[in-house]
């Protein structure tokens, strides 16, 4: 692999995620389309775009600030789970299985955040 970022589990994690979600998301009603489909599908999309930004090299500090970003956009697609729960869009066993991937997902985030801040 040439890139850093494909070696990262997390970024190889924010795939299935965006993939989860761009099927949840083909789910919804048509008019969601330019609403909380294009929201949820952004959202899961930066998670896994900004892990690859910030990989690219930079300093510690900007690949912490990236990853930042990519556990922001990570609960926001947890909001928009919520919103798509609400709206019955989205039964309870798939809200569980998707919030569950998300929270793994944020927990390695975040941990390689802080093995970042002592180098």
Known sequence: MAFKFENLKIWQL???????????????????????SSQIRRAANSVSLNIVEGSTGLTNAEFRRFLV??????????????????????ADEKFSLLYNQI???VKMIQALINTLKDK
Not at 71 to 78: F, P
Not at 79 to 88: D, F, Q, T, V
């Open 14 to 36: 924010s795939l299935e995620l965006c993939d989860e979600i761009d099927a949840l998301a083909n789910s919804f009603p048509k008019h969601e389309l330019y609403s909380l």
């Open 69 to 90: 970003i990519a556990n922001r956009s990570a609960l926001e697609v947890v909001g928009c789970l919520y919103l798509a729960k609400r709206r019955n869009y989205l």
């Open 103 to 105: 929270e793994i997902l």
